[in-house]
């Protein structure tokens, strides 16, 4: 286990592409919290629907066991569609996690 002394806070980029069905490409921009606290920005797109989309996401830490091994945590997002099929929709999610690493 991981003392809490060695653990960083983190910054990382994602890239991710998908060639199956149709063509996908999505962008990732995290920050991850030594407190467990985080948030994520991300754009995608869809060139064969014309559509691209935004998101951004954040999670809070409520609660962890003194070892850090199970968390509470509260998660929320909001994405917003440009072009194609759903061009103007918004979609907002909110959530509650209960994690534990055994």
Sequence with gaps: MISRRQQINRLKAKFFLMLRFVCLVRLGLG??????????????????LDMNTLGLTGKANLWSSPN?????DLTGGVSKHFGGPFDGQTNKQIGLGLNSRF
């Design 31 to 48: 920050y991850d919290h030594v407190n467990g606290h985080g948030a994520s920005l991300t754009a995608s797109r869809i060139p064969q």
């Design 68 to 72: 850090r091994a199970t968390t509470l």
